[in-house]
């Protein structure tokens, strides 16, 4: 069974740093892998999604790497704002309707 | 771009009342929806995989009579928690899959925050 996993678990930066935050997957069969941002309270926002074909994509301030050989991804968030203080959630998609999803790292940028 | 959503945003019930939470795909068509739950600082399980059309598939551990997923149209899914009794509190939410297009992969409602009292 896939099993996910995000490192850290939280993580407080000064705004204005670049950081970056880690994922892991034990099963390389993956159709895609995708990067979630959650407010408290509040549902998913899709951030970016990265085909299992590609090795990275990138969206505004934040780029998001696979290697799927090893198991890895990384969201890299450049020049960090507080406004970004959130949990963020990476998935795999393993089959048809299969979404495995890590635990989560809460990020918190202080001002 | 692909929407969904989800209402309502909470609800508080008494133990042994019925709650439904509705998930609606607004500018696309939803064959499959999902639906998942969320404790306090854990991540997404999913529950069940409703199909437009045909009963829903559970998770192992799941209970189909108390999760009652009906999704009649190809733009709604709802879940019915049934005889609901204070563990049931939790975070639910709902996805589609949006297909292909600019908005491929997965969209996520803003979830339900059921509190049983």
């Known amino acids: 069974k896939q099993e996910v996993t995000q490192i850290p678990a939280a993580l407080s930066v000064p705004e204005g740093e670049n950081l970056v935050l880690n994922c892991s997957f034990t099963?390389?069969?993956?159709?895609?892998l995708q990067w979630f941002r959650q407010d408290p309270g509040k549902g998913l926002t899709s951030l970016l999604l990265i085909q299992s074909s590609q090795r990275e994509q990138t969206s505004g301030r934040l780029n998001a790497s696979l290697d799927k050989s090893s198991g890895r991804s990384t969201l890299y968030i450049a020049a960090s704002q507080p406004g970004d203080s959130a949990t963020y959630l990476c998935a795999v998609q393993t089959g048809a309707n299969n979404l495995f999803f890590g635990t989560g790292t809460r990020l918190t940028v202080i001002p | 771009g692909a929407v969904v959503s989800q209402h309502p945003s909470r609800v508080i019930c008494k133990s042994g009342t019925s709650v439904k939470i509705e998930c609606r795909s607004l500018d696309f068509q939803a064959t499959t929806m999902f639906w998942y739950r969320q404790f306090p600082k854990q991540s997404l399980m999913l529950m069940a995989t409703s199909n437009e059309g045909s009963k829903a598939t559970y998770e192992q551990g799941v209970e189909k009579d108390k999760f009652l997923i009906n999704h009649a149209s190809l733009t709604l899914s709802t879940l019915t928690v049934t005889s609901a009794h204070p563990e049931d509190s939790s975070f639910y939410i709902c996805?589609?899959?949006?297909?292909?297009?600019?908005?491929?992969?997965?969209?996520f409602g803003s979830g339900t925050r059921l509190t049983v009292v």
């Open positions: 996805s589609a899959w949006t297909g292909a297009g600019p908005n491929y992969g997965y969209t």
């Open positions: 099963d390389s069969a993956i159709y895609n």
